[in-house]
């Protein structure tokens, strides 16, 4: 970090603390070379996660797009919106976590998916049977005997 007074590139820590916002971290620091004291401001940088649609097109990604599609699935069931809030944190940071700057809508209607199977099955068949697209009753069945077999294992 250099000084603004004296441009010197060594400085050291005298005290850290968090903001109010509780974001950033507040630091005072000392410059080694001319002692005058200065002020700086440490954040996160999080990195822009972009999502590749299935006509190949890009735009980034959108959390309210998952939390919309998390309440219609579970529309009338006995669910939360804190829990589904919560649901869409875990995933989000789930692709934070990736290290992948480019996701595919596949992968994270599978990330979806998963989460909905823990908090609620009917959720998890109502958003499989739109996202997957089920065109016959075929299709719903072997998605349901899927289900019961992973339940009974």
């Known amino acids: 970090m250099k000084c603004p007074y004296c441009e010197y590139e060594e400085s050291k820590v ?13 630091r005072r620091r000392e410059c080694l070379r001319c ?8 954040i996160v940088e999080n990195l822009p996660i972009i999502v590749i649609k299935k006509d190949n097109t890009r735009e980034e990604f959108d959390r309210e797009k998952i939390l ?20 869409v944190n875990s995933i989000e940071k789930s692709l934070q976590n990736n290290f992948e700057r480019e996701i595919s809508t596949n992968a ?25 697209r089920f ?16 339940k009974k294992s």
């Open 35 to 42: 002692l005058k004291r200065f002020t700086t401001y440490e």
């Open 135 to 150: 065109d016959d009753v075929d299709n719903f069945m072997s998605e349901l005997k899927k289900l019961l077999t992973e």
């Open 14 to 26: 005298i005290d850290s603390r968090p903001t109010d916002d509780g974001e950033k971290i507040r």
């Open 68 to 87: 919309k599609g998390l309440i219609k699935a579970c529309e009338k069931r006995p669910i939360s919106l804190e829990k589904l809030e919560n649901s």
């Open 108 to 132: 994270i209607g599978e990330l979806v998916m998963e989460k909905l199977k823990d908090i609620d099955k009917v959720a998890y068949i109502r958003f499989a049977s739109v996202y997957r």
